[in-house]
């Protein structure tokens, strides 16, 4: 697909005014081929930059998925928090 072509339907998702989880398999498909990623996620935050949903294409098995969080989320070394909360 064109650039423009692509550009026009992530406007037109976008445009829905649908809620964000049930667009977001699409968008994250639209903007994914947009960017040339080999797959893509979307954090929801609540107004204190808390995560409180995910919607990934490509996950671990949900045991390895809380270990890596548990692991990640919080540890001052690796800083996704921080990282995450810059970005949110």
Not at 16 to 26: D, H, R, S
Not at 58 to 71: N, S
Request: net charge neutral; aromatic share 12%; charged share 25%.
């Amino acid at each position: 697909m064109k650039s423009s072509s692509l550009v026009a339907h992530i406007r037109q998702l976008a445009g829905l005014e649908l809620p964000g989880a049930t667009i977001m398999p699409a968008m994250l498909r639209a903007v994914r081929e947009f960017v040339d990623a080999g797959s893509a996620g979307f954090f929801w935050v609540d107004e204190n930059g808390e995560m409180t949903n995910l919607y990934a294409e490509r996950t671990l098995p949900p045991h390895i998925m809380k270990a890596y969080f548990a692991k990640h989320y919080a540890d001052q070394a690796h800083a996704f928090r921080e990282k995450f909360l810059d970005r949110a």
